[in-house]
Nanobody, 126 residues
Framework: QVQLEESGGGLVQAGGSLRLSCAVS????????MGWFRQAPRKEREFVAF????????AYADSVKGRFTISRDNAKSTVYLQMNSLKPEDTAVYYC???????????????????WGQGTQVTVSS
């Protein structure tokens, strides 16, 4: 059984930083690409960032490019999202997700991910 648990969310002022963590259970973490998504109130869940199984390649939504950094530690079965220069529009519940194996689908598409965490709230005040 694969479980994902996010942590690190909270309330921060605009311009501040937060680091989200996502701990993944299961022995095959290092074999899977991972992603971060977010969902603001009354909006659809949207792609934020993606990282390949070995961390060799990453991708970001245009809205966070240059401010957010995704990374992973396969020894700890954990993926991170460092968020800097936060803006009020970054306020959302942030979710980590495991990308399906053996697919070539887009990393930005929700359907390409098979396991999700419960989410962690990030609130950025102006």
């Amino acid at each position: 059984q694969v479980q994902l648990e996010e942590s690190g969310g909270g309330l921060v002022q605009a311009g501040g930083s937060l680091r989200l963590s996502c701990a993944v259970s299961g022995r095959t973490f290092s074999s899977y690409a991972m992603g971060w998504f977010r969902q603001a109130p009354r909006k659809e869940r949207e792609f934020v960032a993606f990282i390949t199984w070995n961390g060799g390649s990453t991708a970001y939504a245009d809205s966070v490019k240059g401010r957010f950094t995704i990374s992973r530690d396969n020894a700890k079965s954990t993926v991170y999202l460092q968020m800097n220069s936060l803006k009020p529009e970054d306020t959302a519940v942030y979710y980590c997700a495991r990308k399906r194996a053996l697919t070539s689908g887009s990393a930005t598409v929700l359907y390409e991910y098979d396991y999700w965490g419960q989410g962690t709230q990030v609130t950025v005040s102006s």
